[in-house]
């Protein structure tokens, strides 16, 4: 009796799920498209491409793929200690000035790494303030490390990247409370101890998809390692496309780059496929407070960072940016950061709603097979963060234009009108090139968020005989608030950010501040470059700002 | 004090007079620098806006494009960005593309441009009166409209010029640790490489670059003006740049302890790029596209690339704004800059071998 009862439920429920999975592949199928495309460019293998392969084996890949391990490398441990050490003291400790840096924290993610990296260089090589006014009180001979090698680079992509890893530690953090740390203390732990093998391990899937997040980021970044003039893989791929007249190789490396970022994270998601994260919403709790040393301690280390991640830059390019404004302001300014701010909002909505497509979809009951194809599919189709963006950009233009001429030719055929294509260049276009960019992103907090959710719950809910679309409204999305804030806004900013994509693909007279800032460092014009720079760190700071107000909801009281 | 600001001052100015101007014909012809004819015009004004791609940057064009639309009444649409996607996207729109005109900054992408049989053949008396044929396509696909020379620079008060005389020369022992230089990923040093390899063959100019490479006194870096400013703080005493980033700096700050010599006036010339322009294969406008590149080969146009970033004119008619002609007249490379795009993909691997990064 009571087994036929659950059959049904369970029926009802794979029934009713259907049309949610239909539209998962519809998601993922617009969104690996452009990726699929990369792929396809294997079929081009000629004389040419065979050549190019040789040359490159035989003078500079070892050296890129070395340099590439070690950028990678020093950027995860450094984006995850940084990140991981903050919002642990941020989120269950008590020290001064915490409840500002819990947010100052954040700003960072406002700026992004070609800036910061000019900054640094501007600042820091032998030309800039520092080492001229160094050579001033201790003569020429005086030491400085190398501002162009692999150090300098790991420090500035660390400095930009880290608040990936922070902010989703801090929300996972800020969930699991202080009970199990509590818990591990009653049974004799020291608090490293309890730190390292409970805290931790519970925030795993939040960190790691922080540090996921991160590395993508780092090994699909042109922009911040070619004003290091710092060569990676990545720079092969360009060296390939711009140098070598071969957009067939470029993308064959492409693919390359995302079969690797593909297998890792396979590995990592089989590696904690058992484990359940799931846990009871904290209740309210005591904070540790840090006395003494260790309040001064944990005061400073953050002071520090917030300084040398945005204080610093931005000082700089406000210094700059007075130089400049009075032949650099215009009007148009004000176009610039409305285009700005319309494309990230507009992106940020459409991303975050297709990432939860996909994420949910994987919370519905299905048969084991189907479940594999859909976690693969899934997972391929956040894979266009690790691209780089004009390659993408490359991949959604060959694909838009075919779907135009498709398109275009049927009307044609069948109305007999000659028309212009209009997916190419149009603002949809644009929008979906940022979906295929950014699912990730957005994707990452949602699935954190969805795999804390106590499932207990949900399995009440579905046995009171929700359907799929009332278990998402009213079950989920309350409990998957923040995860989903965080998605919308972190997209929000990247795209902000994002330079490549946006300046291929914009329609007619969308110029951002992005493409601003593109336009006077593509002529080494750093100074100018200074004004649409500091506009967009300002308005990064209006999202992130948001982020905060929804976070202050969810906090635990102290 | 010169600044950049006073040029665009300078050039608000022009736009004011000639806009007050503008009910006596604007078309103030010369005879070194012939004009479309009026019919010209009108055909290209029939046919709609002229679309754009292209690499140069919005704030070089804009005035010329805004000033051409005054005179004319002809509107022009634009897209900037990378020349790889730029014709990437060129070429995957085919038949359907939006663009009339490809402006690209250098001639190898230009030529890469024709080599995929994108561009257009143009029959133009007046482009053939107003471009130098050597910075022009032989088969007419494309135009140079500004000149770029890549020279030679030295810090003031540690080098005498009279040490300096030839790009090869850069390679001798004499400048073991004085040398800096910008990264060969930039397009200059591909264009620069290429042309040497047609003219003293791959085996010689590999090892000149080698010898660049042994001479550096700091890593290559990723732009003109941090050579500059490299061999300004005395990291290094002499190095390669377009003369144009120079300018900038002067203009800037006319103290600036670094000045320019032109390099191989002995022998080839010095090395010039072009920014260039030509139709696309698919116009749908290519009256007024080719009426717009002839337009911006004539006088006013031609003094305006100089006067915003300090280029030379393609025009050699045309004279550069004074800062510029205060470097003398040169001598240039008389090579065709299409060697430029057709020998790249050579001198890129060529330098990838000299470890030249």
Not at chain 1, 277 to 292: E, R, V
Not at chain 1, 359 to 379: D, F, G
Not at chain 2, 118 to 133: F, R, Y
Not at chain 2, 175 to 202: D, P
Request: aromatic content about 12%.
């Amino acid at each position: 009796m009571r087994a036929s009862l659950s059959q049904a439920i369970a029926s009802k429920h794979s029934s009713g799920g259907w049309p949610w999975k239909t539209l998962s592949y519809l998601v993922a199928a617009v969104v690996l498209l452009p990726i699929l495309v990369i792929f396809t460019q294997w079929a081009t293998v000629g004389n040419g491409e065979q050549e190019i392969w040789q040359h490159l084996f035989n003078t500079k890949l070892d050296r890129l793929l070395g340099n590439t391990l070690v950028l990678l490398l020093g950027v995860g441990f450094g984006v995850t200690l940084l990140g991981v050490s903050l919002a642990w003291l941020c989120s269950v400790c008590e020290f001064p000035g915490r409840r500002f840096f819990e947010w100052g924290l954040m700003l960072p993610l406002a700026i992004p790494g070609y800036v910061m990296a000019f900054v640094f260089l501007g600042l820091l090589n032998y030309a800039g303030p520092v080492q001229s006014t160094l050579r001033s009180w201790f003569g020429n001979q005086v030491y400085f490390p190398d501002v162009q090698g692999a150090g300098a680079v790991i420090i500035v992509l660390t400095l930009v990247l880290y608040p990936y890893v922070y902010m989703l530690a801090r929300s996972a953090f800020v969930a699991q409370g202080r009970q199990l740390m509590d818990a591990g203390r009653i049974l004799g732990q020291s608090y490293w101890k309890a730190f390292f093998l409970l805290a931790i391990p519970v925030a795993r899937p939040a960190i790691v998809a922080g540090l996921a997040l991160a590395l993508m980021e780092t090994l699909a970044d042109f922009g911040t390692v070619s004003v290091f003039n710092f060569d990676t893989f990545t720079t092969a791929i360009y060296d390939a496309w711009y140098g070598l007249f071969n957009l067939a190789v470029a993308a064959q490396l492409a693919s390359l780059l995302l079969l690797f970022v593909a297998i890792v994270l396979l590995v990592e998601h089989k590696s904690r496929a058992q484990a359940r994260y799931s846990q009871k919403n904290s209740q309210p709790m005591q904070a540790y407070h840090l006395k003494g040393g260790r309040a001064m301690l944990a005061s400073g280390l953050c002071l520090l960072i917030f300084l040398l991640a945005f204080i610093l830059p931005l000082m700089q390019l406000l210094l700059w940016c007075l130089e400049v404004v009075a032949e650099e302001y215009d009007q148009r300014y004000w176009g610039f950061l409305f285009n700005t701010l319309g494309l990230g909002f507009i992106a940020a909505l459409a991303t975050t709603a297709f990432a939860l497509i996909l994420a949910y979809v994987k919370r519905l009951p299905a048969r084991i097979v189907e479940t594999r194809w859909q976690s693969m599919i899934i997972r391929v189709s956040t894979l266009g963060y690790a691209l780089p963006g004009s390659v993408l950009a490359v991949g959604i233009i060959l694909s838009f234009t075919y779907l135009d001429q498709l398109m275009l030719e049927t009307t044609e055929s069948l109305l007999n009108w000659n028309i212009r294509p209009f997916l190419v260049g149009s603002l949809f276009a644009l929008v979906l090139a940022y979906c295929t960019r950014f699912m990730a992103v957005a994707f990452e907090p949602l699935e954190a968020g969805f795999e804390r959710i106590n499932l207990s719950i949900v399995e009440a809910a579905k046995s009171l005989g929700g359907s799929p679309g009332r278990l998402l409204r009213q079950v989920y999305l309350p409990m998957l608030r923040p995860g989903l804030f965080t998605a919308l806004i972190i997209v929000f900013v990247d795209v902000m950010k994002e330079m490549p994509a946006t300046l291929i693909m914009r329609p007619f007279g969308w110029d951002t501040l992005a493409v601003r800032i593109y336009q006077m460092t593509a002529e080494g014009q750093w100074e100018r470059a200074s004004l649409p720079s500091v506009t967009l760190i300002l308005l990064g700071l209006i999202p992130v700002f948001m982020l905060i107000r929804s976070a202050r909801l969810t906090r635990l009281s102290v | 004090m010169f600044r950049i600001t006073q040029l665009f001052a300078l050039t608000g100015c022009l736009l004011a007079a000639c806009s007050q101007d503008a009910a006596t014909p604007a078309l103030q012809t010369t005879d070194s620098t012939p004009l479309p004819t009026s019919e010209a015009m009108l055909d290209a004004a029939l046919m709609g806006p002229v679309v754009v791609y292209s690499s140069r940057q919005e704030y070089l064009i804009k005035p010329m494009f805004d000033r051409f639309t005054e005179e004319t009444g002809i509107e022009i649409q634009y897209q900037t960005g990378e020349e790889g996607p730029l014709i990437a996207r060129l070429q995957a729109e085919g038949e359907r593309t939006f663009a009339d005109v490809l402006y690209a900054v250098d001639a190898g992408f230009l030529w890469t441009a024709a080599d995929r049989g994108l561009m257009a053949a143009i029959d133009s008396e007046n482009l053939a009166a107003n471009i130098p044929s050597h910075l022009r396509d032989p088969q007419g696909q494309w135009f140079g409209l500004s000149v770029r020379a890549r020279t030679i620079v030295y810090a003031k008060d540690r080098v005498d010029p009279a040490e300096l005389s030839s790009y090869e020369e850069l390679a001798s022992e004499r400048w073991r640790g004085r040398l800096c230089l910008r990264t060969s990923k930039e397009v200059y040093n591909m264009s620069l490489v290429a042309t040497m390899i047609e003219r003293l063959g791959e085996e010689r100019t590999q090892a000149i670059v080698e010898g660049w490479v042994v001479n550096l006194a700091a890593p290559v870096f990723s732009s003109d003006n941090l050579v500059l400013e490299a061999i300004a703080a005395g990291q290094c005493d002499v190095g390669l740049v377009n003369s144009y980033y120079l300018g900038r700096m002067l203009a800037d700050d006319p103290e600036f302890p670094v000045a320019l010599f032109w390099a191989n006036q002995q022998s080839s010339g010095t090395h010039v790029n072009i920014s260039g322009a030509g139709v696309t294969r698919y116009a749908h406008n290519p009256a007024g596209a080719k009426y717009l590149i002839e337009w911006l080969s004539t006088q006013e146009p031609q003094q305006m690339f100089s006067e915003l970033n300090l280029e030379y004119p393609a025009n050699p008619a045309v004279a550069p704004v004074p800062l510029v002609a205060a470097w003398g007249d040169f001598q240039q490379d008389q090579i065709n800059v299409e060697a430029a795009g057709r020998m790249q993909a050579t001198a890129v691997m060529l330098m990838d071998r000299a470890d030249y990064r």
